[in-house]
């Protein structure tokens, strides 16, 4: 033997250092040393259980593990790159405390199958703890749509003024992306749930393991079926930053629409003092930052995903060396996709709008005028004929530089015999929310009662 490494029986030759710290991942799975030991403590109980070790090897090995929690917990830990990855660091710690008895803690197992369990075991809980703040976010958009429930303002589609809606309508939207969110991720949770731990290298063992039992330990209610299958697979992680990605367009999304609706020339909103940031050179600037990185972290979890994905598409069965590079990109995901979801809770709750800016964009712009076509179709004319009557009338607005509700009875019979004095309580913002009463509309009342609705689920 050359070498210290558990694994250099049949070396002649001592690592290049250059292969060590090219090999090494243990600067970053280090993260993952609670659920290591979580683990193999799981692990060992099985082993005694089973005969493999004995009561007493068993008491020294848990001790030996809990010690080393304290130890990296207490930041004294040894993670220099010879060790590799953070499963044959705690190994080599337990082996440095308790000896002999330490030497026996990865009978029946394979650093494959316990990579897998590690990264299972840790995605639970920040599966968690995403869904955590995702609930966060949600409902502090809840809150300011409750708020803000008189509050009218142009909805748009490419862009240009379309029809006048609820600021609350806006945001509920909004809520539903993220619901949608929530459940992907409580089904990618099922899928990450599941023991792989038994599967050793790729065939499993000739050794008593009792699966189950490590299973119900760990609070695992399903095991991996096949053994190579449960070393060779990451869809679980592909999974999640897939849904991280999802999650992160929405937020982008929003953020790109406070970003446009901040701006001099729309005046919509105004984002918090605390949640903005200056120009170095241009003293009348706030900048709306916070939303432009939330936006531009979005392409960092789409890259991580394509990162992972790229990593996976060509590997041969069953574990390669490659499958290393999952973490960093999955680690990059969880952390942005937190931080985002962290602050933008903050930033929705201090958002401040401008309702009369709002109100006066939205009755401007002919943005009733699918109203006006929908009064002629109430009295009898066909849609499409509607239609270009109410276009017609829109250019002879605009070359006459006025808006609907300013035109006489007499220029809208121009256009139509069809048109009444009934007409003028079709052409306010007001009258045209609360007409689309339609399922899923803007009107008021629809909005009030999916409010309601959200707000019965929440405590039920
Ligand atoms: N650090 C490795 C990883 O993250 C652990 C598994 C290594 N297994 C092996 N046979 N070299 O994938």
Request: net charge negative; glycine share 8%; charged share 30%.
């Amino acid at each position: 033997m050359v070498d210290k490494k558990p694994w250099s029986g049949r070396f002649n030759q001592p690592t290049d250092k250059l292969v060590e710290e090219f090999t090494a991942s243990i600067k970053f799975d280090k993260r993952l040393y609670r659920y290591d030991i979580e683990g193999s403590i799981a692990h060992c109980k099985m082993l005694a259980m089973q005969g493999l070790i004995s009561p007493e090897e068993e008491k020294e090995i848990v001790s030996g593990l809990e010690g080393i929690l304290g130890d990296i917990e207490a930041g004294e830990f040894d993670y220099s790159p010879d060790l590799e990855d953070i499963h044959m660091a705690v190994e080599k710690a337990l082996i440095d405390r308790v000896g002999k008895a330490g030497e026996k803690l990865h009978t029946g197992r394979s650093r494959n199958d316990q990579v897998s369990l590690d990264m299972r075991l840790y995605l639970r809980d920040e599966v968690e703890g995403i869904l955590d703040l995702v609930g966060v976010l949600k409902s502090s958009i809840l809150r300011v749509a409750k708020n803000e429930i008189n509050t009218i303002l142009p909805g748009y589609t490419h862009l240009q003024k379309a029809q006048p809606i609820l600021l609350s309508h806006y945001l509920l939207a909004y809520r539903e992306m993220l619901h949608r969110d929530e459940d992907r991720l409580k089904e990618c949770y099922d899928r990450i749930n599941i023991m792989s731990l038994g599967s050793a290298a790729l065939a499993g063992t000739s050794l008593p393991i009792d699966r189950e039992y490590v299973a119900e330990l760990l609070k695992f209610p399903k095991i991996a079926e096949n053994s190579m299958d449960a070393v060779s697979d990451r869809d679980f992680v592909a999974e999640l930053i897939f849904d991280a990605s999802l999650l992160m367009m929405h937020m982008s999304r929003f953020c790109e629409d406070l970003i446009i609706w901040s701006s001099g020339e729309f005046g919509f909103v105004e984002i918090s003092d605390s949640f903005t940031t200056g120009s170095s050179i241009m003293p009348q600037k706030k900048n709306p930052d916070v939303a432009e990185l939330i936006r531009g972290k979005t392409g960092r979890i789409y890259g991580n995903l394509v990162s992972l994905l790229t990593v996976m598409k060509g590997l041969p069965m069953s574990y390669n060396r490659d499958m290393q590079e999952d973490k960093e990109p999955l680690f990059d995901t969880v952390d942005t996709v937190k931080g985002c979801l962290h602050i933008l809770s903050g930033m929705v709750g201090k958002l401040k709008f401008n309702r009369e800016r709002m109100l006066e964009a939205a009755a401007g712009g002919f943005s009733t005028a699918t109203d006006v076509a929908d009064y002629l179709v109430m009295k009898g004319v066909p849609f499409r004929e509607s239609h270009g009557i109410v276009g017609r009338l829109v250019g002879y607005c605009i070359e006459k530089n006025k808006e609907l509700p300013a035109l006489s009875i007499e220029e809208f019979r121009k256009f139509s015999p069809g048109f009444g004095e009934d007409v003028y309580k079709y052409l306010t913002a007001e009258d045209s929310v609360n007409s689309r009463s339609s399922y899923g509309g803007t009107a008021r009342k629809i909005v009030l009662k999916r409010i309601k609705e959200i707000e019965k689920q929440a405590k039920g």
